[in-house]
């Protein structure tokens, strides 16, 4: 029993690995040459391994696309959450969650660029694309900075203000790093990280009464 149960192990640990070869390819697959071209045959080139292989741990492109977005989405979420908790007060949190927010797309370039492609290029049986979709599930970061917000607000830390509209605000500009060329060309991460935490921080004082 213990030969067998190491040897279930072995195998799901093998096979772990591989479906995270697999996913690692396909980032880097859309990457370097986009959603459209990122084809099991292209992605199995850059793993070093067959289509078969794809094809025995994941049943399709479309599946195997929703496991990347999965694990990017989640990748991203550990990594700023990380950096957010070991803080106490709202405004070290909305601080680190900025900072945090942005430093991931600079050191995940690569990432960045396949979760765009995925969302902006994949879509649902019904033909629906992926952007469309409404999650019946609070995304975990939208909450995060909801939480922050409204914290801060409860504890007279910020002032009165739409908790719904600043969120917007916050991710937009967060957002607008990754996608605008014209804006990273001329501004740098650091400043951008410093200049738009100032501007929130003032715009979060609001109305103090």
């Known amino acids: 029993m213990k030969s067998t149960t190491k040897t279930d192990s072995k195998q799901s640990f093998i096979a772990e ?10 980032i880097k697959t859309l990457d370097e040459i986009g959603y459209i071209q990122a084809s099991l045959a292209q992605i199995a080139k850059r793993a070093g391994i067959s289509t078969a292989l794809i094809s025995y ?5 479309d599946d195997l ?9 989640g990748e991203s979420t550990s990594y700023v959450l990380d950096r957010v908790h070991p803080h106490s007060t709202p405004h070290a ?67 009165v203000f739409n908790v719904n509209v600043m969120c917007s605000l916050i991710q937009g500009a967060i957002g607008e790093y990754m996608l605008n060329t014209a804006v990273t060309q001329k501004v740098d991460l650091e400043t951008y990280s410093n200049e738009l935490t100032k501007i929130v921080q003032q715009a979060s004082k609001g109305i103090s009464d």
Do not use: C, W
């Open 17 to 26: 690995a591989r479906r995270a070869q697999i996913i690692e390819a396909a």
């Open 65 to 73: 696309m929703d496991h990347v977005l999965m694990h990017l989405l």
């Open 93 to 159: 949190k909305l601080n680190a969650f900025i900072f945090a927010s942005l430093a991931y797309q600079g050191t995940h370039r690569a990432h960045n660029s396949a979760l765009v492609e995925i969302i902006f290029n994949a879509r649902t049986p019904d033909n629906v694309p992926y952007y469309k979709l409404s999650d019946d599930e609070e995304e975990p970061l939208l909450h995060e900075l909801q939480q922050i917000l409204q914290d801060g607000q409860e504890k007279g830390d910020f002032g």
């Open 57 to 61: 741990h994941f049943s399709d492109k």
